[in-house]
């Protein structure tokens, strides 16, 4: 098949180590999904989402489109590659231009799984020259991150609020370093996983991993662990559950996927509570494909799915579904 791969230039409000970083990660997923492509026999372009995105595809005619762009354009609500593709009638992987959006949005996720009544910790939002009072209904420890974004970007030592005393002083520091609103979420102390959905009728779930914290570091996964610093991080896959836990958490997880209309592949974070209830944190509706090294390729690993396989399994699903569609 000739395939275009879509991604996601680095933004200029990205601070300068960030924006290198950033790129280098974008880089290596893109060249890392490249290269499974290519060996698997296809032919490959890679394009950034851009306004000559059109006349490149145009141009090309592609068979499928292996999509990580996320990001909107010109004002649009939706992410602008798969809301593109949609028009063009361009095969994609994963999800559409609406269920994209929707999941890079945190608030929209909360609001969406809310509704499915699937349990998120309680959360409230603020943005720059609201009214910055504590929130009475909700219990201290706080976490306060970013209300749209991925890599863990806005995420840091700040971001954990134990007293009433650091609130506004913490919520005012994030808001001037991230620029955008923020959402505030009870802290959970309990234990936090990642779980792989792969496929679609019926998604299959991957290997849970499990991030193991200590008294040392940051509770929680942060830009600097996740993007930086990552060698550090500690991880468990097929972490020691109770087989009924195990099955709640992998409901739990099925459950966000289908709530949020992810398709062909998607990661699912989710903590517990002080009593070893799960809640979702966040649903990652195009995680990170970096091979080695990202959650997601080595939950795939222990399933026993090379990247390359991988990869070229995504693209079967996604033109799988587009053919049953338009069938």
Do not use: W
């Not at 349990?119 to 009072?133: K, Q, V």
């Not at 792969?198 to 600097?224: A, D, H, M, W």
Request: net charge negative; hydrophobic share 40%.
């Amino acid at each position: 098949m000739k395939i275009v791969i879509i991604y996601d230039p680095v933004l200029e409000n990205y601070q300068n180590d960030e924006s290198s970083i950033i790129n280098s990660y974008h880089n290596l997923v893109t060249s890392s999904i490249a290269s499974a492509l290519n060996q698997s026999g296809h032919q490959v372009e890679t394009f950034g989402a851009s306004t000559e995105l059109e006349r490149h595809l145009h141009g090309l005619k592609p068979d499928l489109v292996f999509n990580t762009s996320i990001k909107s354009m010109d004002g649009s609500k939706y992410a602008y590659a798969p809301d593109l593709l949609e028009k063009l009638h361009i095969p994609f992987t994963g999800p559409s231009a609406k269920a994209c959006t929707n999941a890079y949005d945190k608030l929209k996720t909360i609001e969406i799984l809310k509704e499915a009544g699937i349990h998120t910790p309680p959360a409230i939002t603020f943005s720059e020259g609201n009214d910055l009072r504590i929130p009475v209904r909700m219990n201290f420890p706080l976490f306060v991150k970013p209300q749209r974004g991925g890599c863990s970007r806005g995420i840091s030592n700040l971001s954990l609020i134990e007293a009433p005393e650091e609130f506004i002083e913490r919520i005012i520091a994030v808001l001037d370093e991230i620029k955008q609103p923020v959402i505030v979420e009870e802290f959970l102390p309990g234990r936090e996983f990642t779980v792989g959905i792969l496929g679609n009728q019926p998604p299959k779930v991957l290997p849970i991993i499990e991030f193991i914290y200590t008294n040392k570091e940051l509770p929680f996964r942060s830009y600097s662990r996740k993007m930086v610093n990552y060698e550090i991080e500690d991880t468990v896959c097929f972490p020691q559950l109770k087989e009924a836990d195990r099955v709640v958490i992998e409901n739990l997880a099925v459950s966000a996927f289908k709530a949020l209309e992810c398709r062909d592949y998607a990661r699912i974070d989710i903590r517990m509570d002080a009593l070893g209830n799960p809640f979702i944190l966040e649903v990652n509706a195009i995680p990170n494909l970096e091979p080695e090294k990202s959650s997601f390729a080595l939950m795939s690993n222990h399933a026993e799915i090379p990247f390359n396989k991988l990869v070229e399994e995504i693209t079967k699903y996604a033109f799988k579904r587009f053919k049953l569609v338009n069938s």
